[in-house]
Structure formats: structure tokens, C-alpha cells
């Protein structure tokens, strides 16, 4: 089954017209991790009177900071997946820099106290190296670790990839909730686009494209259908 794409109405829209009026940053953020960079144009909307939803933010993170949400090879068109598993990453327990749905974000104090913080290294070109360097370090790791599992090795050779494979890929059990399924899904997306492992975000899309579980927010009845490639 296809998945369905999603609507949005004029109100979920709201302010785009003022999207035009996000400035291109002229600064080096190459350094800095997408989450930081999000995190700033979400701010950066939310002085300008646009709503904080997915589409507005995908088109407005692209504005600002094209180098890291445009489409890999096509620099000139902007990559809402990119923008839409970052969403995600900053709403984590961990961070927990936005609250709301996809339709309007709210930034929390701790997120506002982020923008400051990031806007300020920015301009004045620091940036934390030493912590930048040790995050990078872990996002390989994770990767590594991923392509060392059965679903990972059996993508590579064209074989049939199970649902206990992909629970052991996304460190699961048989009983694990669909939202946790799908958060440590998108928590391995981010990680890939960040990294921009091409071969392993070519394996994590086809994965969600033949697992119903990672197609789909609500709690489906799960199929033991092997996928094959």
C-alpha cells in the first residue's frame, strides 16, 4: 500500500508568503550539527510570523542554510525529509528544543536558550570543537554498528530481510511499541543525513518502504512477511 501523502490547509501555511524573507547565512556553519541549524530557523520563523509547521520549515531551513537541506546532487531544491527527521530529533527527551505536531511547533525555553547560544558561535565563527568532534565520533559509531547487523549484511547481498532483522536493527523486541519502533527509525535517519552516508540512507528508505510498521503512526497488526530485495 502506498503511503498516504499528507495535506495541508492555508492555516497550516500561515506566513509563507514572508518564507522569501529569510536570508541565505553568509557565515561558516559547515561545523555546526543540523540540530543547532534548525534549531536557529525555527527561530528565525518565528520572528518573521511563519508558522512553525513541516512544510514551512523545510522550505525556510533551506533558505538559510542550503548547504545542508537541499536534496544531495541538487543543491538548487530543498530536502524535507532532511528538515522533517530533524524535527524529530530536537523534540527527543533528550533535547526537547520544540513541543507540538506537524503542524505547529512551539520552541521551549530550553530551545530559545539554544538559539542564542548557536547564532552567537556563528557569527563570531566558534564553535565548540571538542564537543562537535566527540558527537561525530558517536554518530560513526551508531552507523558502524548498524551495518553490522543481519538486516545490514543481508541488504548488501540482495536477501530476504525478516521482521526480527529489523528489530534487532533497531535494537527491539517482538514487544517493543510501534512509536518506539518508528523514534529509533527516525533516530538512525537523522544520523545517517547528518553523517550523509548515502548507502546506508538508500538501505534505511528502503526499509521503510516494505515495513508497514515504519509507514505508519498507529499500531497496526504486525506481519511476519520477509522482504526481498
Not at 58 to 66: D, E, L, Q, T, V
Request: aromatic share 8%; proline share 2%; glycine share 4%.
Amino acid at each position: 500500500m502506498a503511503k498516504k501523502r499528507v495535506e495541508y490547509n492555508e492555516s497550516d501555511l500561515m506566513g509563507k508568503e514572508n518564507l522569501s524573507l529569510i536570508k541565505k547565512c553568509t557565515k561558516d556553519y559547515s561545523g555546526f550539527s543540523l540540530d543547532h541549524l534548525l534549531i536557529v530557523v525555527l527561530g528565525e520563523m518565528e520572528a518573521l510570523g511563519i508558522r512553525l509547521s513541516e512544510p514551512n520549515i523545510a522550505i525556510a531551513a533551506w533558505s538559510m542554510f542550503p548547504d545542508k537541506y537541499s536534496i544531495f546532487g541538487w543543491p538548487d531544491l530543498p530536502c524535507s525529509k532532511r528538515a522533517n527527521t530533524g524535527i524529530l530529533h530536537i523534540r527527543y527527551k533528550t533535547k526537547r528544543w520544540i513541543t507540538g505536531t506537524q503542524n505547529e511547533y512551539v520552541i521551549t525555553e530550553k530551545g530559545r536558550a539554544v538559539i542564542e547560544e548557536t547564532k552567537d558561535l556563528i557569527e563570531t565563527g566558534r564553535i565548540k570543537k571538542q564537543n562537535y568532534r566527540s558527537k561525530t565520533r558517536k554518530q560513526e559509531k551508531l552507523i558502524v554498528q548498524a551495518k553490522k547487523t543481519s538486516a545490514y549484511i543481508k541488504y548488501t547481498k540482495k536477501e530476504e530481510i525478516t521482521q526480527f532483522d529489523l528489530y534487532n536493527l533497531l535494537q527491539c523486541t517482538l514487544d517493543s511499541s510501534i512509536s518506539v519502533l518508528r523514534e529509533n527509525y527516525d533516530y538512525l535517519m537523522v544520523l545517517a543525513n547528518e553523517s550523509e552516508d548515502k548507502e546506508m540512507l538508500e538501505f534505511l528508505n528502503l526499509i521503510q518502504k516494505n515495513f508497514e510498521e515504519l509507514n505508519h503512526a498507529k499500531d497496526k497488526k504486525r506481519n511476519n512477511r520477509p522482504v526481498r530485495l
